[in-house]
């Protein structure tokens, strides 16, 4: 197996395995509401305003599941016309997954650890998300496509967050206890902040000539 097939499936599958946790948060969060269980004062905001955060739950796990495999270039190559309809379910999922989070982040009631700061920061992001896809759509309709292609990462690294968030959160809970309201507001953004670093390599590491193509270049240049 060579490099570049061990890189096509790695990522897919590393977003696939990051993608367990919000979409298994989401399904449970779905069958608690339509199981009927109990309304406690943590589930109460759902019950009472249940189709955002039933659209989200949706929205968010078909955009994690489906979008892994668009970061597979031998599998879009070979299927050019999945990669377009597929693309148009992700423009759609991640447009709604995330006006769906800035409506839950405005009015839905605050629980107990979500600070301010917390408030902004889910503020800013949910609106990013929602403009990076809106630019990667435009810049394919300008047949952009390695300006599509950035800013489609760039949205589907926000859009991944919760899967990184779980992370940080769950170290810091081991090694350190309950997160307050600062260090909770500060982890989840170490997590889209990580994501987007990485997003950047990702685009970097595409459009970077490998270093055959750059002796293949000099040696024809040299022969002239």
Known sequence: ????????????????LFSVIPVLGGALRLGE????????????????????????AIT?????LLGAFQFAPGFRRRRPAWHRAAGRVL??????GALSGL?????????????ALLTGIRLVFG???????????????????????????RGFAIGLGAGTQAVTLTA???????????????LMLTAWLVNLAVAEWIIRR????????VQVGATLRETR
């Not at 197996?1 to 696939?16: D, V």
């Not at 423009?91 to 709604?96: I, K, S, T, W």
């Not at 350190?176 to 260090?183: E, F, K």
Request: proline share 7%.
């Open 1 to 16: 197996m060579t490099s570049s097939t061990k890189w096509n499936r790695l990522i897919p599958a590393a977003i696939i």
């Open 33 to 56: 509401l339509g199981g009927g269980a109990e309304i406690t004062p943590d589930n109460a905001r759902f019950f009472a305003s249940p189709v955002p955060v039933v659209v989200h």
């Open 60 to 64: 968010v796990s078909v955009y994690c």
């Open 91 to 96: 423009v759609l999922c991640g447009l709604l």
């Open 103 to 115: 409506w839950m982040t405005v009015f839905y009631p605050k629980p107990s650890d979500v600070s």
């Open 127 to 153: 609106t990013a998300w929602a403009v990076f896809i809106v630019l990667g759509f435009a810049a394919i309709r300008r047949r952009d496509v390695a300006g599509h292609r950035a800013w489609m990462i």
């Open 172 to 186: 810091w809970l081991v090694a350190v206890g309950t997160p307050d309201r600062l260090a909770n507001a500060v």
């Open 206 to 213: 595409q459009v970077k000539p490998s270093r055959a193509t």
